[in-house]
């Protein structure tokens, strides 16, 4: 599912559930939240885990 971002101004941001810094997903996003950076590296290590 593919979601279009939403200007700031409009929608405050969600914070990232790790390390609490703005991610770049609406804070009406379900579920857990991950800024960049830890999207990234959350992505890396469930790759590995299998």
Do not use: F, I, N
């Amino acid at each position: 599912m593919t979601q279009t971002p939403t200007s700031p101004a409009t929608e405050p941001l969600a914070d990232c559930v790790l390390c609490g810094k703005p991610t770049e997903h609406p804070a009406t996003t379900r579920g857990a939240t991950y800024c960049p950076v830890c999207e990234w590296q959350e992505a890396q290590r469930t790759a590995c885990s299998g």
